[in-house]
């Protein structure tokens, strides 16, 4: 069964750093874009990045762009999204998923409409 499971999450103050990891269990990462959305209360769930499965295109909201990087281990069957510089709005439940067609990534994104298999959560909180 494919699963992915999101972890590094936690509370961390204004200007601090995180790193979330996606861990995917029944399947092999490699052939699959994987891209990284969050949910704050209230509010729609959102696209923050994407990777390509080569590695080789990654994506940003202009909301993260400069601040967040992801990245992957193929090796680990693990993808990354490196936080820097959190913010209060940063706040959000964070999600991981992987998409079943190959080419997404290569060009935009992530759109949630392109991603099949999703992770549970982790909760990041970025207060003082």
């Known amino acids: 069964q494919l699963q992915l499971v999101e972890s590094g999450g936690g509370l961390v103050q204004p200007g601090g750093s995180l790193r979330l990891s996606c861990a995917a269990s029944g399947f092999t990462l490699d052939y699959y874009p994987i891209g990284w959305f969050r949910q704050a209360p209230g509010k729609e769930r959102e696209g923050v990045s994407c990777?390509?499965?080569?590695?080789?295109?990654?994506n940003y909201a202009d909301s993260v762009e400069g601040r967040f990087t992801i990245s992957r281990d193929n090796a680990k069957n693990t993808v990354y999204l490196h936080m820097n510089s959190l913010k209060p709005e940063d706040t959000a439940v964070y999600y991981c998923?992987?998409?079943?067609?190959?080419?997404?990534?290569?060009?935009?994104?992530?759109?949630?409409?392109?991603?099949?298999?999703w992770g549970q959560g982790t909760q990041v909180t970025v207060s003082s």
């Open positions: 998923a992987a998409s079943s067609v190959g080419y997404v990534c290569d060009d935009g994104g992530p759109f949630l409409y392109e991603y099949d298999y």
């Open positions: 990777i390509s499965s080569s590695g080789g295109s990654t």
